[in-house]
T-cell receptor
Framework: QKEVEQNSGPLSVPEGAIASLNCTYS??????FFWYRQYSGKSPELIMS????GDKEDGRFTAQLNKASQYVSLLIRDSQPSDSATYLC???????????FGSGTRLSIRP | KAGVTQTPRYLIKTRGQQVTLSCSPI?????VSWYQQTPGQGLQFLFE???????NKGNFPGRFSGRQFSNSRSEMNVSTLELGDSALYLC?????????????FGPGTRLTVL
């Protein structure tokens, strides 16, 4: 079983709709959770971090964390073509442990 | 604040050669992690250095090594290059944000092995 799992996609969403990206992790002791966006040929850029159960909103992005279910998600409201990218979920156990990345979900926003 | 910088950005080598890649972290960050990214394998963790000591290590052969200097700059070295080492090598530095460290990536070094 992979430590951090994501659906590879591609996930196709119409412009203006809500894109929902999901991630599950295996280490129940994980404390920190991150979402990165990566455009083709570029390096990952941080979108959001979340540490506590519940929702965290930043502009059009909302991260949701459920530690009991070992599940973290990212919602993108009012999806734009510029949101088309690969989204990487990352999980860290403690501040001294390495960050584990999922294989990423490819998101495509269709006009 | 300047971001993470990596040099060189592109590199072409032949099998059997060795290569050294450099990473300068964000000012004040003390942790530097290295990743290999290929289309088939995704983002694979190589190692992490914190205060000049290797803190975490991934599952790569001993041909891959790294070090960190007192100014937190880091280098990674790959010896006896193989075709399969062709990849984007990413460096990420960590600093305190909120409850725990968050990583910020550099632009990467694209290595092609012929």
């Amino acid at each position: 079983q992979k430590e951090v799992e994501q659906n590879s996609g591609p996930l196709s969403v119409p412009e203006g709709a809500i894109a929902s990206l999901n991630c599950t992790y295996s280490d129940r002791g994980s404390q920190s959770f991150f979402w990165y966006r990566q455009y083709s040929g570029k390096s990952p850029e941080l979108i959001m971090s979340i540490y506590s159960n519940g929702d965290k909103e930043d502009g059009r992005f909302t991260a949701q964390l459920n530690k009991a279910s070992q599940y973290v998600s990212l919602l993108i409201r009012d999806s734009q073509p510029s949101d088309s990218a690969t989204y990487l979920c990352a999980v860290r156990g403690s501040s001294a442990s390495k960050i584990i990345f999922g294989s990423g979900t490819r998101l495509s926003i269709r006009p | 604040k300047a971001g993470v910088t990596q040099t060189p950005r592109y590199l072409i080598k032949t099998r059997g050669q060795q290569v050294t890649l450099s990473c300068s972290p964000i000012s004040g960050h003390r942790s530097v992690s290295w990743y290999q990214q290929t289309p088939g394998q995704g983002l694979q963790f190589l190692f992490e250095y914190f205060s000049e000591t290797q803190r975490n290590k991934g599952n790569f052969p001993g041909r891959f090594s790294g070090r960190q200097f007192s100014n937190s700059r880091s280098e990674m070295n790959v010896s006896t290059l193989e075709l399969g080492d062709s990849a984007l090598y990413l460096c990420a530095s960590s600093g305190r944000q909120g409850l725990t460290d968050t990583q910020y990536f550099g632009p990467g070094t694209r290595l092609t092995v012929l």
